[in-house]
């Protein structure tokens, strides 16, 4: 189907626009470890963050 | 007056060579002239505005400094709620958004002294990168007239702008900061994710959102995030880690930073002013002794379309309510944006949650061993014409909303810190805004870049054309 253009119907076009986006996330969801979970993200921010908090100077908010 | 930066006149107040009281009413007048213009401010308080003033100025003169914003005029985003202050997120329902407790972001600015005038226009719920509002009136971006400020926080980025205020609170879900900061020529900074607390302002989708400031200098943004970051018992994401000193940290220069430029999708399809500006922009880095490398990413596009599902099914969880109780109160494209989300499947909400980890991980470990921070411009084209990408089918005007933002929303799915700042002008007098990504709560680092960068460059001191007799309607 060409989904380079709107449906006339705005029920289809939502449909067609959440099945576009659901097929976008199963192709990539093929080769997802068992262990992944949401939770990786912010662990994955904390683990990235410079060491130490912070540069010199940094100091915690009373 | 109204044409200093926020440092500029938080250090005259504390030198006592003005007063709080003068720096209130010289913003008020200001509104009052240039507003009717711009429909960048929803509504003042002047009477409390004033008599905050006067007890800050009761406190200079007694010698007692809140702290770095004393006295300091600003107004935020029409998102943020308390006890008795109720937000209209840009809808047509004065009082669709309310907190149990005050706001924390602007609560803590007013702790360290400022003053708030009042509430900023924005997109509809906080939904739409160009600054239109059919219930408020368009926003435009104080340099051309027709030309949109840019959205969501599209009254922060015009007001700060135009010299209503001195700085303002934004939020960005897929570049809702940043954006307005490229199309009005100001500085917008999106924290990492957990950087600043969210508590009391609305959400649109709670794993994507980020409190953050506008301003008219990388040193006021540091002023701004300085005095808001940090945890927050009321918001359980805000991150446990301690708060920089973000101002002490920006005169470090660029020497021997490495500075990543993405390939392709970030260059490719810009206008082509836009293109001189960010390029010209990373030879000025590399003349401050930087070192540029070209640097690869991972297609963007995937994160795109995770940040599509994210923010489509947590918006509509969020505004399930008002959009299927009150629909017709809604602009056409704002309801079709929200309706999208009530299509994907539990399964496919999850699948994107955890590629979400997965992309997050990855990127920081294989980016950021190479690189200190990234260098791309924010907007594909300057600030656009509000006629023509606000006509047509909402599938159309949705289309244009996904090029418009390509640039800004990959960094929302990863949570990264970005600083947009301005970076030149296209020859018509539109500013051009410039992206720097750093590593996660490494704010230091961008903030000192774009500094550098902002000193030698001197864009800043540029203010748009609406005092002279060409840019007064």
């Not at chain 2, 990408?389 to 810190?417: E, H, K, M, Q, Y």
Request: glycine share 10%; hydrophobic share 45%.
């Amino acid at each position: 189907m060409d989904r380079s253009s709107t449906p006339a119907d705005p029920e289809r076009a939502r449909q067609l626009a959440a099945a576009d986006l659901a097929a976008a996330i199963e192709r990539a969801a093929g080769d997802l470890a068992i262990a992944e979970e949401p939770a990786g993200f912010v662990a994955a921010l904390d683990a990235g963050a410079p060491r130490g908090d912070a540069a010199p100077g940094a100091a915690a908010r009373p | 007056m109204t044409a200093e930066t926020l440092a500029g006149v938080a250090a005259r107040i504390r030198r006592r060579e003005c007063s709080p009281v003068e720096a209130v009413e010289a913003c008020l007048a200001r509104i009052a002239r240039l507003n009717p213009r711009l429909h960048a401010v929803l509504r003042v308080d002047a009477d409390q505005a004033l008599r905050t003033a006067r007890v800050r100025e009761a406190e200079v003169e007694a010698g007692r400094l809140r702290g770095p914003l004393h006295g300091v005029p600003l107004a935020h985003k029409d998102l943020f709620a308390g006890p008795g202050q109720p937000a209209s997120c840009g809808t047509a329902i004065p009082e669709y958004f309310r907190a149990e407790r005050n706001a924390t972001a602007p609560a803590r600015l007013e702790a360290a002294g400022a003053i708030t005038l009042g509430r900023l226009n924005m997109s509809e719920l906080a939904l739409g990168p160009f600054g239109d509002n059919a219930h408020h009136g368009d926003v435009e971006t104080p340099w051309r007239a027709g030309h949109g400020a840019g959205g969501s926080s599209s009254g922060s980025g015009a007001a700060v702008a135009a010299g209503l205020v001195y700085g303002a609170l934004g939020t960005d879900t897929g570049g809702s900061i940043r954006l307005p900061a490229a199309c009005c020529g100001v500085v917008g900074l999106k924290p990492t994710y957990g950087r600043v607390s969210r508590a009391g302002a609305m959400p649109l989708s709670w794993s994507l959102d980020h409190v953050g400031p506008l301003a008219r200098t990388v040193r006021d943004a540091a002023l701004l995030l300085g005095a808001m970051a940090g945890p927050d018992p009321a918001d359980p994401t805000a991150s446990p880690r301690a708060v920089p000193d973000y101002v002490a940290a920006l005169d470090g220069g660029v020497a021997g930073l490495r500075i990543g430029v993405p390939d392709r999708y970030y260059w490719e399809g810009l206008d082509d002013g836009v293109t001189a500006a960010a390029r010209r922009a990373t030879e000025v880095l590399r003349e401050l002794g930087a070192v540029l490398l070209e640097c690869p990413l991972p297609d963007p596009e995937p994160l795109n379309d995770l940040a599509n599902l994210i923010a489509r099914c947590e918006s509509a969880a969020v505004h399930a309510r008002l959009v299927r109780e009150q629909p017709h109160a809604l602009q056409p494209v704002v309801r079709a944006r929200l309706e999208v989300g009530f299509q994907p499947s539990a399964h496919d909400y999850l699948q994107a949650t955890r590629l979400r980890a997965r992309a997050t991980r990855t990127f920081v470990a294989d980016v950021f061993a190479t690189v200190d921070l990234l260098v791309a411009p924010t907007t594909p084209e300057p600030a656009p014409a509000l006629a023509v990408v606000t006509a047509g089918a909402p599938g159309d005007v949705i289309r244009r909303i996904g090029r418009f933002s390509r640039l800004t929303r990959p960094w929302n799915v990863l949570g990264l810190p970005v600083l947009s700042l301005p970076c030149g002008f296209v020859p018509d007098g539109r500013p051009v805004g410039l992206q720097l990504v750093g590593r996660p709560f490494d704010e230091a680092t961008i903030l000192r870049a774009g500094h550098a960068y902002e000193q030698a460059a001197g864009w800043w001191r540029r203010r748009p054309p609406l005092d002279d007799a060409a840019g007064r309607r």
